[in-house]
């Protein structure tokens, strides 16, 4: 085997760089006494008096720890969330830096699985409680680290770290590592505040935590060497030429709207592009003016409080210039019709006139405004809300795709066509689905957001599913962008207000009740995109709810011969992590099977990037910070990985999107090329995956069984 360093298929172990040291380590067998309990970080205390901590003896063998015992009810609390934070000195004071890490061994028994959401590690910037009433604390040196039930089922269902036993039941471990942020300075203080999960009773329970310390890299340690990148983009085989839809593969894109210069890096290497921002909702500056005449006296919300703005604020000319490109070669995914966040002030105040509180339904239905509601707050009918809904994406979808010019539109500006569209975008709350599906596997409709302008359209009706927000999304995504089957039917139906309602009809979207002139032959594909699909819970909810919106969609009067969601988008944000590619190939092999059904058309990874954190090989890196060889690696193996899936599973997959043609994507992760726009290994990995693993064998060991799992043909969900 080769080990020159420029390689990029070839290269032996370079070394563990330096080792961590510790720093500060907390004693809690002779000075357990300095801690505190102390206010959470954001002014959130657990209501009940019963919320504590105490020292404990050990278990399980691995030294003192700290047991915290929570009690919160979010009925009682008025509130969804709640928290407990305990506070010790750090005596003398240390400087932390983004070199610093504050680790510590969290236990966690299942009976808590989606209890709890995160811990907060943080100082105040003196000596004192540091608040500032309801706005928070002086001290802005924290760092976030999730504690979800995705890393526990990783854990359970495929390669735990260490289980044990303790009071009957099963026990996980977790090493917790926070990375303090750059402008972290003196710290005089640790907290460290537990969250618990979204509208989550806790009535004693409890986790452990131990080995509390903070850590840095030794100086006098041997660093890894720097990767170094040495072709440019232009010096390599384009990614298109390897993977496309005339070779039996798929589509392969990035980001970015507007002019495409095929020797420019988007231009060179992808093919189809989505924009990251400018098709979400709030493109959708103002209420339409029906809506707001309906309610004269309602003060609805602006952006930047500008009531004189235009309705509309479309990107026409960013992606009329990615049509006119190459020639027509390059293609346009659009993102998004509906989403929780970056929907306009306006539309965030809208609410259901009946559903009112946070658990609502006596069968646990979950109801949210979401963390970007603005008030003041307007209840509407179930008519109003769905008439805003078709109006929106009736609008956006027929701007675009037709030539008429009451969207907007003109023959001499011609079709924009869109290959693809995301219409609901991350609709599964982040975390109900690991309780629910625990007794009801079949389960999806008490799993949703239930986001307040969305479910608006539902309100108490949540029982029939073709009442469901999420059904009549898409239903009206069909409509708006027919095929000849949809066109007929509509027309056939149009005097029958059980098949087309009146508020279809009030806006001027047919004429005389035809939708002949928006017929199209290739309607954009409609996705329902989502992240952390890869966990199993999350997966089964999404896959419910796809089998059972298309199934019912088949007996629909307007029926028009597809699949009502026709493409699950699966998020590639993802971490180098030594089982999150058999994770995603058993989500890919669970969609095979519904498309296999007839149930559903394509899957695609919307959103791909690899973030390299701390436990993985080569330690944290954040994007675009120049990589040591092991990290390079690490991310690429990862990358490698991820291609042989899409690989085994090609004729299933329509398209993916790397999130960033070159440099940083989102969350500071790593992408195929680098900061000055050189392949990486990334690249290499993505371009002959099975070379790329054998000549990194040095990585097998962390990357357990991943290969072999991704390659057993017999067990492809393995």
Request: with cysteine; glycine share 8%; proline share 6%.
């Amino acid at each position: 085997m080769s080990t020159q360093a420029n390689d990029p298929y070839f290269r032996e172990d370079p070394g563990s760089g330096r080792d961590r040291l510790s720093v500060y380590k907390f004693d809690l067998d002779n000075n357990f006494s300095v801690w505190k309990a102390w206010r959470t970080s954001d002014g959130r205390v657990l209501p009940n008096a019963n919320s504590g901590f105490e020292l404990i003896n050990d278990p399980f063998d691995v030294g003192s720890l700290i047991m915290i015992t929570s009690y919160f009810d979010p009925s009682i609390a008025g509130k969804a969330f709640g928290g407990f934070g305990i506070r010790a000195p750090i005596d003398p004071a240390l400087v932390l830096d983004n070199q610093t890490f504050v680790e510590f061994d969290l236990f966690y028994p299942k009976s808590a699985i989606g209890k709890y959401m995160r811990f907060e590690i943080w100082s105040t910037s003196s000596g004192g409680e540091g608040f500032q009433g309801e706005a928070g604390y002086v001290g802005t040196n924290k760092a976030q680290v999730y504690i979800r039930t995705s890393d526990i089922e990783s854990l359970g269902q495929i390669k735990p770290e260490w289980i044990g036993y303790h009071d009957g039941e099963t026990w996980y471990k977790k090493t917790i590592s926070a990375v303090t942020p750059v402008s972290s300075g003196t710290w005089e203080y640790l907290n460290i505040d537990l969250h618990t999960e979204t509208g989550t009773k806790l009535d004693g329970d409890y986790l452990l935590i131990g080995n509390i310390q903070i850590t840095k890299g030794d100086p006098k340690g041997k660093p890894i060497p720097d990767v170094v990148n040495s072709k440019s983009y232009l010096d390599v085989e384009p990614l298109r030429n390897r993977y496309n839809l005339e070779n039996g593969h798929y589509l392969v894109g990035t980001i970015g709207a507007g002019d495409v210069d095929p020797k420019s890096i988007r231009g060179c290497h992808f093919e189809i592009f989505a924009d990251r921002n400018n098709l979400k909702p709030e493109c959708h500056l103002k209420p339409p003016k029906w809506l707001i005449e309906d309610f004269p006296k309602f003060n609805f919300r602006y952006e930047n409080d500008n009531s004189d703005c235009n309705e509309w604020n479309l990107p026409t000319e960013a992606y009329r210039k990615v049509r006119d490109a190459g020639n027509g070669k390059y293609k346009l995914h659009g993102h998004c019709l509906a989403w929780i966040n970056q929907s306009p002030p306006w539309m965030r105040q809208l609410q259901p006139e009946t559903v009112t509180s946070m658990q609502w339904n006596p069968n646990g239905l979950y109801f949210t405004g979401g963390s970007n509601a603005v008030g003041p707050y307007l209840k509407i009918g179930k008519k109003t809300a769905r008439r805003i809904y078709f109006n929106h994406i009736l609008y956006v979808l027929r701007h675009f795709m037709t030539t008429d010019p009451r969207y907007g539109s003109s023959k001499e500006r011609g079709i924009i066509p869109f290959h693809s569209f995301d219409v609901v975008n991350v609709e599964i709350h982040e975390s109900r689905h690991s309780t629910i599906t625990k007794d009801h596997p079949n389960e999806w409709k008490t799993a949703l957001r239930h986001v307040s302008w969305l479910m608006a359209m539902t309100d108490n009706d949540i029982d029939d599913i073709r009442q469901n927000y999420m059904y009549l999304l898409y239903k009206y995504a069909h409509i708006a962008v027919p095929n000849a089957q949809m066109a007929e039917k509509y027309k056939a139906g149009y005097n029958d207000p059980e098949i087309i309602p009146d508020y279809m009809k009030l806006d001027n979207h047919d004429d005389s009740g035809s939708i002949d002139a928006y017929i199209n032959e290739n309607p954009p594909i409609l996705v329902y995109n989502d992240y952390e699909i890869n966990v199993w819970s999350k997966m089964k909810v999404a896959y419910n709810m796809i089998k059972e919106l298309n199934t019912a969609w088949r007996s629909d009067p307007l029926y028009d011969g597809r699949n009502l969601v026709e493409c699950i988008g699966i998020q590639g944000h993802t971490t180098v992590n030594p089982t999150i590619a058999s994770q995603n190939q058993r989500a890919v092999a669970l969609f095979a099977d519904l498309i296999e059904e007839g149930l559903l058309n394509s899957i695609c990874y919307s959103e791909v990037d690899v973030r390299q954190p701390d436990g993985a090989p080569g330690g944290e890196a954040l994007a675009p910070s120049i990589l040591n060889q092991k990290q390079a690696d690490s991310i690429a193996y990862q990358y490698a990985l991820f291609f042989k899936i899409l690989n085994k599973y090609k004729k299933y997959i329509d398209h993916i999107i790397i999130w960033s043609p070159y440099g940083s994507s989102w969350m500071d992760s790593y992408v195929l090329f680098d900061h000055e726009k050189m392949a990486n290994q990334a690249y290499y990995a993505a371009i002959d995956p099975d070379k790329f693993i054998k000549g990194h064998s040095y990585l097998d060991k962390y990357f357990e069984g991943e290969y072999e799992r991704l390659n057993d043909e017999n067990n492809p969900s393995a």
